[in-house]
């Protein structure tokens, strides 16, 4: 009895340290779309818009973690995004934390940004270095699953500007902030 609970005590301790591999929040996160319109009425006029946009949960910039005592300064990251370009993000990397000193960008796409992660399985690779020389490399697996889309009901902001309401998508996170 006592091997078989050794074995699985080093079983378990084994898949610990594989599963410690990735991001501190861990390797799987949820996409969440929202959807919805408001009116936003301003002094003389009212405008009309419709919002969409997502965001992923439980994070959307995390940090790189590694278990193992590993003496190195920079970590790479790797990953085929949904157009098929690899998409690469590197960061210094504290030995004593085993940590990235900063967080990678998984999910916001802007126009000088590109997104670690795509829905799905990501298949990351990552490399470990010190003083330019490759000390660990291997890859883990993160899962960004599809939460159902949230249908915000349609909603009237006020705004005391006239010139908000030529452009009223610019109230579209505040209306999120509201649905949500």
Known sequence: MFKF??????????????????FSKGNTFTNHEVRGS???????????????GDYLTPVEADYFVHPDAIVAD??????????????KKNA????DELRST???????????QRPLLKLGV???SYKLS???????????????LNAPVTMCRHDYLRS???????????????????CL
Not at 102 to 112: C, E, S
């Open 5 to 22: 609970i050794a074995l699985a005590s080093l079983l378990s301790f084994s898949v610990f340290a594989q599963d410690g591999i990735g």
């Open 38 to 52: 408001f009116t936003l009425q301003c002094p003389t006029r009212s405008a009309y818009t419709t919002c969409a």
């Open 74 to 87: 920079k970590v790479e990251l790797a990953n085929v995004n949904s157009r098929g370009r690899t998409v």
């Open 92 to 95: 210094n990397f504290d030995s």
């Open 102 to 112: 900063k967080r990678f960008n998984l999910w916001i796409a802007t126009l000088t």
């Open 122 to 124: 990501n298949n990351i």
């Open 130 to 144: 010190n003083e330019g020389s490759i000390v660990k490399e291997g890859t883990f697996e993160v899962n960004v």
């Open 160 to 178: 005391f500007n006239d010139s908000d309401c030529n452009v009223p998508s610019s109230y579209c996170g505040q209306y999120f902030d509201r």
